[in-house]
C-alpha cells in the first residue's frame, strides 16, 4: 500500500483570494474565559483594532464568553495574513485573561474555523446570524442589547432598506461550527 493518508486535526484554511470571509474561534474545552464585561470588552476590542491594523474591513462580530465570530472584508493580500492576525489576537486575549485570573501559559484558544462567503445570500444569512449570535446563546432579548456585538452599529449605520434586507434573511441551513 502507497503512503499512510492522515486524517487532518484542523480545518483547512485557504489562503490568497480576497473578499468576504466569516471567522469562527472557541476557546480551549469551551471554558468560559471572557465571563466578565472587562474581558468581552477586551476581547471585542482588541479584534476590532487589529481587523482594522491588519487592513479587514468588519461587517459583523460578537464576541461572547467562549469564542467569537467576524464577518470581514479582506484586504488585497488580507487572507495571506489571516492566521497572523487571529493568532495575535488569540495571544494578546490569552495574556490578558491569563493575568487577570494569575495563571501563566494557560491554553486559552482552541481553534478557528474560516470561510470565504462567495454568494450574496450567504453573506447576507451570515451577517445576520453573526449580529443575533447573543440571541441565538440566550444572552439577551434583542440582539442591540448585547454591547460586544455588531448589531446595534449595523441598525445605526445601515440604512433600513439593509437592515430589513438583512433581518430576512434565514439562517437555519448556515452550517456553522457553534456549539458553545
Known sequence: MGAEIKWPHAPPHYRGVSGAYMVTAGTYQKEHYFASRKRLRFLCN?????????????????ALSN?????????KDGTQRLAEMLSQIHRESAIFVNKLDGVAGRKVWHNYWD????????????LKYVHENPVHHGLVSHAEQYDWCSA??????????????????????ISIADDF
Open 115 to 126: 470561510s470565504q462567503i462567495t454568494y450574496t445570500a450567504s453573506y447576507f444569512a451570515r
Open 152 to 173: 446595534r452599529w449595523f441598525s445605526k449605520n445601515s440604512s433600513s432598506a439593509m437592515v430589513k434586507t438583512v433581518s430576512s434573511y434565514k439562517t437555519d441551513r
Open 46 to 62: 482588541l479584534m476590532l483594532d487589529l481587523m482594522e491594523q491588519y487592513g479587514w474591513r468588519p461587517q459583523a462580530w460578537a
Open 67 to 75: 469564542h467569537y465570530h467576524f464577518v470581514g472584508l479582506s484586504p
